[in-house]
């Protein structure tokens, strides 16, 4: 939850008076809020946390770190079915299942 | 160097290790504070690099650990009443309350739902009006800005029907705490990086002088911790303790100030009780009194729950960097991420948790090793 990550703006619309963008994180693309930078554009990179833009970073540091959490496996552990995840660790099973990886999907 | 070829850039690795090896020349104590560096420093061996002089004390950076045992039974109270759809990020799935977690909630029929961000939760009290959304708002302060935003849409868009359940903490007055502590050993900060992207460095002066230690803003990959302890170490043998940004690509030093500007809108400063730890004086947020409204703890009253510790858990010296995880008795006996006695077990950024998955086979080997034969 801690982990802030990476991502590229693809596009930004104004929704419910809230400006919104379309973030890429190397591959996995969510949905970030950006009231926190609003003078972000399509393009640009930034560290994302629970879904909010928190601070401007040059595409080099971005790719670099994107890289390096998808070696480690760091992208799963935040983007996957956290039921999934939850279940394995505790050897139940999960009781998330399809409605739950809508959830983290939406 | 047994790690140093999974390094990004081995080569860079090496050269700040070498440049570190070769300044050292006392014993220093270092705590990281934020448990994504902690897992970063276990899971490369980190530890295992530096000179045995430089010793990295983990911290309590870790949101899911710290919180108290009292909210984690308030959230399961709340998340298991009829009507309610409480909503969580995942990493709070299996942190113990006294005796279940909102994993079982979930497999009792409760309306348990994990989302992404925090808006997430509010879209959901938007499409299903009749009931009411709970959200747990738990972090420091990089996920208090966006719970705070969430608690400001609410109210901007009238949606009645969703509160926080809010446990928010703040790293400078841990801090405090830690240096205040009579067992202390602490003698300079890897200060957590998306903390200050959030808040800047402008808390951190009147700590590194007053207690006269450096504090050295870190990120989290394997080079940003090398480069910090590089800093610090290089400061510690110097004799000077000042604040150093060791992660400008990430941290301005005025930091974010939209953001810093909701938390003061939404939140107010208050005493908090950090799990293991107790309560630290103004070391959290509670709502701020124009938004009590969407406040979980005073919509639904929940009272008369009867919290216990597990006594054997030690998470709470973990945290305080008093005791390394393997040095608890429960640790990988009792206590495991499949059976866990407190959080640092079983949260993504606790000590509990790095130690077991990355370092489990090497204390079993060391502590047989060191066995007499018998």
Known sequence: ?106 | MKYIDEFQDPGLARRLLDDIHSTVTRPWALMEVCGGQTHTIIRHGIDQLLPDQVELIHGPGCPVCVTPLEVIDKALEIASRPGVIFCSFGDMLRVPGTGRDLFQVRSEGGDVRVVYSPLDALRVAQQNPEREVVFFGIGFETTAPPNAMTVYQARKLGIPNFSLLVSHVRVPPAIEAIMQSPNCRVQAFLAAGHVCSVMGIGEYPELAERFRVPIVVTGFEPLDILEGVRRTVLQLERGEHTVDNAYPRAVRPEGNRAAQAMLEDVFEVTDRAWRGIGVIPASGWRLSSRYRDYDAEHRFSVTGIDTREPAECRSGEVLQGLLKPHECEAFGTTCTPRNPLGATMVSSEGACAAYYLYRRLDITTASLEASPVV
């Open chain 1, 1 to 106: 939850m801690c982990l802030a990550v990476p991502g590229r703006v693809l596009d930004i619309e104004e929704r419910d008076g809230t400006r919104m963008a379309t973030v890429d994180f190397g591959g996995v693309v969510k949905e970030v809020c950006l009231e926190y930078l609003p003078d972000l554009q399509v393009g640009e990179y930034a560290i994302v946390h629970v879904g909010f833009a928190l601070q401007r970073l040059d595409e080099e540091s971005a790719k670099q770190t994107l890289e390096l959490f998808a070696t480690l496996g760091m992208l799963q552990e935040e983007f996957g079915d956290p039921w999934e995840l939850a279940a394995e660790a505790s050897g139940s099973p999960s009781p998330g299942g399809i409605e739950a990886s809508q959830e983290v999907q939406q």
